[in-house]
């Protein structure tokens, strides 16, 4: 079975700045796919970045970027240029990769990051 | 991108009735769904899998019985909490994979906040 393992369940950043959230994994799979997702106070998921794990290259989406290392099977998130609305859970996933969209997805626990003014 | 809605938003029941919830992909076809149960401050914990056509799997400790999942369409899928306790309030979320390409993502709905008295 796979398990994901955030540690840091509070973060805070002042706006403007960096901050990097840590994921760790466990799984004996190959072929798999590394998720960030956020929830605002609004409580919709929303999906923040995707690795596949069989791409090298680090995956990038604006002022998010992760560090992928998948020989230590570490999957961290960097949010560059914090914004206040950027406050909200974050929660690193795992999904194996399948065929039909019935693989299900493993969460972490969970990161609460407030960013402020 | 894909969309998710969910029905309703908040319900509020009496102890011992039934409560449906509704899951829809708005504009793709879902042959499977996933179910999510969420508590305050926790992160999701996966349900079960609603399967379109066929029974649903569900997640070692979740009661089948408790919470019936009905798939009837490829946009459709129901979770009915029956016989409700207070213990069984929650927030509950779906998420389908997204059509195509897109299967290797998730998209959730906007969740239903169910409060039993």
């Known amino acids: 079975a796979q398990t994901v393992t955030q540690s840091q369940p509070e973060m805070s950043v002042q706006e403007a700045e960096t901050v990097t959230l840590s994921c760790t994994y466990d799984t004996s799979e190959n072929n798999y796919y590394l998720f960030w997702y956020k929830q605002p106070p609004s409580r919709q998921m929303i999906l923040v970045i995707r690795q596949e794990a069989y791409k090298q290259q680090n995956a990038t989406e604006n002022r998010f970027s992760v560090n992928f290392q998948k020989a230590a099977k570490s999957f961290s998130l960097k949010i560059s240029d914090s914004q206040l609305g950027d406050t909200a859970m974050y929660f690193c996933?795992?999904?194996?990769?399948?065929?039909?969209?019935?693989?299900?997805?493993?969460f972490g626990k969970g990161t609460k990051l407030t960013v402020n003014p | 991108g894909a969309v998710v809605s969910q029905h309703p938003s908040r319900v509020i029941c009496k102890s011992g009735t039934s409560v449906k919830i509704e899951c829809r992909s708005l504009d793709f076809q879902a042959t499977t769904m996933f179910w999510y149960r969420q508590f305050p401050k926790q992160s999701l914990m996966l349900m079960a899998t609603s399967n379109e056509g066929s029974k649903a799997t569900y997640e070692q400790g979740v009661e089948k019985d408790k919470f019936l999942i009905n798939h009837a369409s490829l946009t459709l899928s129901t979770l009915t909490v029956t016989s409700a306790h207070p213990e069984d309030s929650s927030f509950y979320i779906c998420?389908?994979?997204?059509?195509?390409?897109?299967?290797?993502?998730?998209?959730f709905g906007p969740g239903t906040r169910l409060t039993v008295l």
């Open positions: 998420s389908a994979p997204g059509p195509g390409l897109a299967g290797a993502e998730q998209f």
């Open positions: 996933a795992f999904m194996k990769r399948g065929f039909g969209g019935s693989e299900k997805l493993v």
